[in-house]
């Protein structure tokens, strides 16, 4: 049940364009609310303390949490109005990251979402944000 994300035909930006750059997440719909993505530290994801560039951190952040906005949308394309972002532990090289997406809340034009990131028993970053519905 796991996918590469990033379908042609839908908004998944999991593998394609800056995605695929920095080398795609791994992801999984558990239920109506919740999801799954994995990934990797790799060299080009670390700064130069050799640790995961926040960049990166952010950018599973947001792909997860947008690809979930996209799939309780019913498909719809979703854009990123507000996320923030709270670094709590550093990331290595080699270590696998998997992000936990919760939908909290959808309305007709907005999703409310969370997003836990952690490596092994370890909280990497937490994240909220708002997505935007867009009209078709």
């Known amino acids: 049940n796991w996918h ?10 999991t593998k394609s364009g800056y995605s695929a750059h920095v080398g795609g997440l791994i992801g999984k719909k558990l239920d109506d609310s919740n999801y799954e993505y994995h990934c990797e ?9 050799k640790m ?9 952040a947001d792909t997860g ?15 990123t109005i507000s996320l923030e972002m709270k670094f709590i532990r550093a990331a290595s090289l080699g270590q696998k990251l998997l ?10 034009t ?11 028993e370890n ?14």
């Open 52 to 60: 995961a560039h926040g960049g990166f951190l952010m950018f599973v």
């Open 99 to 108: 992000t936990k997406v919760k939908i909290q809340r959808k309305t007709n």
């Open 65 to 79: 949490m947008g690809n979930a906005a996209h799939q309780v949308s019913g498909n719809k394309r979703c854009v």
């Open 41 to 49: 530290v790799k060299e080009i994801h670390l700064n130069t303390a």
């Open 4 to 13: 590469q994300c990033m379908i042609k035909g839908n908004m998944d930006e």
């Open 110 to 120: 907005l999703v409310f979402i969370t997003s836990k990131i952690s490596s092994s």
């Open 123 to 136: 909280i990497v970053a937490t994240a909220s944000g708002i997505w935007k519905i867009l009209k078709s």
